[in-house]
């Protein structure tokens, strides 16, 4: 196992930046997703880990030895591919030995290596078949299998999920992580699902532009959002995003908007106040209230616009004037359309970005 | 009803004259083929023959086959030998060194702009009229001012080494055969090779990378195996092709009229078919002739056969149940 650094690692492709200036450890056993939307990066990052691809710029170790330079052979890693990429021409068995005839290790460790892993994995029933033979689980099996049995010091995963179906996804989900502690192999997981990202990873890189935006766990991504981006991207339904600007008047600060206006805890006005006026204003769905007769003076003035139930909880849709607010509500609250409510937004969850670099400022 | 009709007879409407050009130009000949090589058909008995055509009176013979069977005719057994050197040679250059060829441009020659560039010139001789193809050929290894010698003596082959004429000094008329058609023939496989190459998924070269493979194992472990139904495509088809093929044999060693005869037999190039063609327009001894081509038509067929067992071509043929 060993703790791999990208220091300030770029991949550039003629003129298109994949990837600019990422700094990224990932510490000995640690479990990283790198989360974006797709032409992030993520996956030419991956790459560059595996040794396909060279950096333009910036160094690869693992531990303190420099593997930017180092072919794919020589760094023991292994790696599940998005289509798998199972030999078609090699059994289930033939594909999982692959890796281990290469490395030369004698016919019976590899024997006795490839039933061990297909048990762990639960295909050794299906050692003698083709990859065409096989549903989707079980190819994503055989090429986990393929990646595990050479005992790897990092393992790569590109959305190694994202063509199963939904229920298996979720299975494998956890299987996936399961096995990751088990066998404590230093991961680093590609996605675009934040779901994954956040129930699996201990730590999430989301990237976007070939940039990274922001390292962290779950929990502080998710409440402590560093920009406008991960804001928007990290949660479902995600953060309510309103334009509008802060302004003080006879000593208490506003957030205004053309359709409403809110004011603001006083710290926190003061604290926005002092380095712009043009913001945006994000508050998650389940951080707004949703109050029917009278409310405190802080609330915001709103008419229900749709409901959509979900089950657990009902997704309402409130405007402002032509603001457009999603909440999260108790399911057996009766709202009907055109109904006129009162939103009352938690102080402690509020956030504020400057609308000119997208940094958070709260 | 009639718009029913018209989905049955229309694909054929379409495909008429395609079906009518296969008929003429490769069903009649090939009946014709059979016919003939079962008569005595020579320029002595022409007008008599068509004047009798398919009725009974055209004499039905086993003679040509007794000819080319028994050895009644000296030239056969030398015509095989020139022949199956000719097909063995050219094929392996064709099927095998094309191979080799496409895994260095399309797999190892990492640039793209290279990669093209040397593909074009592989493609030139191919792209270049056969006639003149042959002529630049005939020039560059004219003994007294073609370039081949001029280069061989530059690098310092003795001059003493250097064929009178490489034209009709075995073995080296039969390695120019066998250059001439192998520099041609190459391209074939090439564009079949390189464009199977490069449409397996970029995710498997890299898996077998990851998985500790050289670049030398991908190409055997991974690439090879894959291009098994291509391979098999090219061998069986260029088998085919050369075994009836005589042409730049016949423009290379034939200049004159009747005279390619003479030239190609000494030189050592005279194969299957160019001794069919032979006899059929500098001898017109059509019955023989064709007699000599439906022995190749029936070597073909066998091939293909076999061909098809080794490679298992039922299971090639079957729809893929997945993309690889």
């Known amino acids: 196992m060993v703790r791999v650094t990208l220091d300030n690692v770029s991949k550039f492709f003629g003129k298109v930046k994949a990837v600019v200036d990422l700094e990224l450890e990932i510490r000995d056993g640690e479990f990283v997703a790198l989360l974006g939307p797709s032409g992030c990066g993520k996956t030419t990052t991956l790459l560059m880990v595996a040794g396909i691809y060279k950096p333009t710029r910036g160094r690869i170790l693992f531990d303190d030895e420099d593997v930017t330079d180092l072919p794919p052979k020589d760094r023991n890693i292994g790696m599940v591919f998005q289509s798998y990429a199972l030999y078609p021409h090699m059994t289930v068995y033939d594909n999982i030995a692959f890796p281990l005839k290469l490395k030369k290790v004698p016919k019976q460790e590899i024997d006795r290596k490839v039933r061990e892993v297909a048990k762990l994995l639960q295909i050794d029933e299906l050692l003698g078949r083709k990859p065409a033979q096989l549903s989707g689980g079980q190819r994503q099996r055989v090429a986990l299998g393929r990646a595990l049995v050479k005992e790897p010091d990092v393992l790569l995963l590109d959305e190694p999920l994202s063509n199963l179906d939904a229920k298996l996804r979720i299975l494998m989900r956890a299987e996936i992580k399961r096995l990751q502690k088990e066998l404590g192999i230093t991961t680093i997981y590609v996605t675009h699902d934040q779901v994954e990202a956040m129930s699996m990873a201990d730590r999430i890189a989301v990237m976007n532009k070939g940039r990274l935006q922001q390292y962290a766990d779950p929990q502080t991504l998710y409440n402590k959002p560093a920009n406008l981006f991960v804001a928007g991207f990290i949660g479902s339904p995600p953060m309510n995003l309103i334009e509008g600007s802060v302004v003080e008047e006879n000593g208490a600060y506003y957030f205004v908007t053309p359709s409403f206006k809110y004011r603001l805890p006083k710290e926190i006005g003061e604290l926005v106040a002092s380095k712009t006026s043009d913001v945006i204003l994000g508050i998650r769905p389940e951080d707004i209230r949703i109050v029917i007769g009278d409310g405190d003076d802080t609330a915001i003035n709103g008419k229900v616009y749709v409901v959509e139930p979900l089950g657990r909880d009902l997704l309402v849709n409130v405007k402002a004037g032509d603001t457009l607010f999603k909440i999260l509500a108790p399911a057996d609250l009766q709202l009907e359309s055109g109904q006129d409510i009162l939103m009352a937004p938690d102080e402690r969850k509020i956030h504020i970005f400057d609308k000119k670099t997208g940094k958070a400022i709260v | ?324």
Request: glycine share 6%; no cysteine; aromatic share 14%.
């Open chain 2, 1 to 324: 009803m009639p718009r029913r009709l018209g989905r049955k007879v229309l694909p054929f409407l379409f495909l008429a004259p395609m079906l009518l050009m296969i008929v003429l130009a490769w069903v009649a000949p090939l009946i014709l083929t059979v016919y003939l090589g079962f008569t005595d058909l020579s320029i002595k008995n022409l007008l008599a023959f068509i004047k009798d055509f398919f009725t009974d009176r055209v004499q039905r013979t086993l003679e040509n086959f007794r000819r080319i069977f028994y050895a009644k005719d000296p030239n056969i057994g030398e015509t095989l030998r020139v022949t199956v050197l000719y097909v063995a040679s050219v094929l392996s250059i064709n099927a095998v060194y094309a191979l080799l060829l496409s895994i260095a441009i399309a797999y190892f020659t990492k640039n793209e702009l290279i990669s093209m560039i040397l593909r074009i010139t592989w493609l030139l001789p191919r792209i270049t009229p056969g006639i003149i193809y042959a002529l630049m050929w005939i020039w560059f290894i004219d003994p007294q001012y073609g370039l081949l010698n001029k280069m061989l003596q530059a690098m310092g082959v003795p001059d003493g080494w250097l064929p009178d004429s490489w034209l009709l000094r075995k073995p080296y008329s039969q390695m120019l055969m066998i250059m001439i058609n192998g520099y041609v023939g190459a391209s074939f496989g090439m564009i079949v090779y390189t464009a199977a190459i490069k449409s397996i998924p970029p995710d498997l070269v890299n898996a077998a990378l990851v998985d500790g493979a050289s670049e030398f194992q991908v190409a055997r472990r991974v690439i090879i195996p894959l291009l098994k139904w291509p391979i098999l495509f090219v061998t069986a088809w260029q088998t085919l092709s050369l075994l009836s093929s005589y042409e730049y044999i016949l423009m290379v060693w034939g200049a004159g009229s009747g005279g390619q005869y003479g030239i190609a037999r000494s030189a050592g190039v005279m194969v299957w078919s160019l001794y069919s063609y032979t006899k059929a327009f500098s001898e017109y001894l059509y019955g023989y002739a064709s007699a000599l081509s439906l022995i190749l038509v029936v070597i073909g067929l066998t091939l293909i056969v076999l061909y098809f067992k080794i490679f298992g071509f039922k299971r090639l043929m079957e729809p893929s149940r997945v993309e690889v």
